[in-house]
């Protein structure tokens, strides 16, 4: 009867740990579940994000393009000097916009809705600012370029490791949209700080017309961006 003892304290605990076993086995079911939620939540959230740069960035180059070509129109009359660097300029964003109108299948994402507004407000943003002189052109470049270089650069820090097609692009145009900077900023020399406000403005006008266009996925865009840099430090 004795020999019966160490079985009934053995019992207990082997069922003590088969619960455990179980509970543990539960527990790493459930936290790899999780796991795979959020990273599943994450993903959709990241294709989210990159389709929406795909559709601003198509936008914002099909803008530019408008810009340029209102700015031509003015030039070719009153400041011919300036047609040959703006036409350079334009063949550089006609190129990149279809680079980001072929990107956008593969991302499902499609042409902003409201691309005429796009086409009218780049016209005659152009269009005033060429109105305004040779200097009105260089301040309306280089406040455009300059909004332009902001968003590329947090797209590259974002696309890093999510998308390397994307970010190749994006990387491919980036040195000749700081060119254009760089140029109108030349271009700008000693007036830059009298234009300062002018180019404040403008660049304030591209924002709110990126957050219109994109009916406010800019804004979730921005904090995107922004949450990824904070998690990338
Ligand atoms: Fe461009
Ligand atoms: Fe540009």
Redesign the pocket.
């Known amino acids: 009867m004795r020999a019966a003892r160490p079985t009934s304290r053995i019992a207990p605990v082997r069922a003590i740990s088969s619960k455990v076993c179980v509970d543990v086995a539960l527990t790493d079911d459930r936290s790899l579940l999780h796991q795979l939620v959020w990273k599943m939540s994450i993903a959709t959230r990241d294709a989210l994000t990159v389709a929406r740069i795909c559709r601003v960035n198509h936008a914002g ?1 099909f803008g ?1 393009i408008r810009i340029y070509s209102a700015q031509i129109a003015v030039a070719s009359r009153l400041y011919p000097d300036c047609v040959p660097m703006l036409s350079e ?1 334009l063949g ?2 006609m190129t ?1 916009c279809q680079l980001f109108r072929d990107a956008m299948p593969r991302r499902n994402s499609r042409p902003c809705r409201v691309m005429q507004f796009w086409s009218w407000g780049g016209w005659w943003l152009g269009f005033l600012t060429a109105l305004l002189g040779r200097h009105g052109i260089w301040a309306c ?1 280089a406040a ?2 300059e909004t ?1 270089h902001r968003h590329l650069d947090d797209q590259l820090h974002f696309l890093a490791g999510r998308d390397r097609g994307l970010h190749d692009i994006i990387a491919s145009i980036h040195e ?2 700081l060119a ?2 760089h140029l109108a900023e030349r271009q700008l020399g000693s007036r830059r700080s009298y234009l300062a406000f002018l180019r404040g403005l403008i660049g304030m006008a591209t924002d709110v017309l990126i957050w219109l266009s994109t009916w406010g996925d800019s804004t979730r865009m921005a904090k995107a961006l922004a949450d990824a840099k904070g998690e990338h430090g």
């Open positions: 180059e530019a300029m550089h964003e990149h470049t455009v370029e332009v000749e949209e254009h900077l």
